[in-house]
């Protein structure tokens, strides 16, 4: 099981790099005007799954592991909302992508692999406790950022750019 998170991390990152330089790539228009999707604009799609990365691993702090994943999110801000937006241009939001993406590719291979299915205990956005397995709330970690993507994606192809793979099969041929 251990592997398969790994596998996602590794895809999370090699997605989020290809993407930003993307996103960095694009006009101003078109990576920032509200263009109707769900988080508004491309940048604020891109915005939204940092955070809640952010909020996703601060709940995960307990997990047992090789690294401390609390204080190493103390270098991050804290967030207590999936709707804030902490960076306001693509360039100060790709650095911090990059830094968040190098901690999770750390914390995951880190785990313990006893972790995967013992529950963790955290406060859901409306503060009620939710108890999962870890395995649950990984694969739900991954495919938030995976659903999202996909959004962004679909901007930067109404934007004209339709070059850029996105299928982890992809990756795995590398």
Known sequence: MKSQFVLLARYNQWMNDALYEKAKSMTKDNLYTD?????????????????????WLNRLTTVKGSVDLSSELASFPMVSSNKVHIYHCVEELSHARTRLDALIMRWVDGIDVNEYENTVQYKNLAGLVISDPLSSVLL?????????????TTLLSQSGDSEYVTDLIALLRQ
């Open 35 to 55: 263009k109707g999707a769900f988080f508004g604009s491309a940048f604020h799609t891109l915005s939204h799954i940092f955070t809640g990365d952010l909020l």
């Open 140 to 152: 739900h970690f991954f495919n938030h950022q995976t659903h999202h993507r996909g959004q962004f």
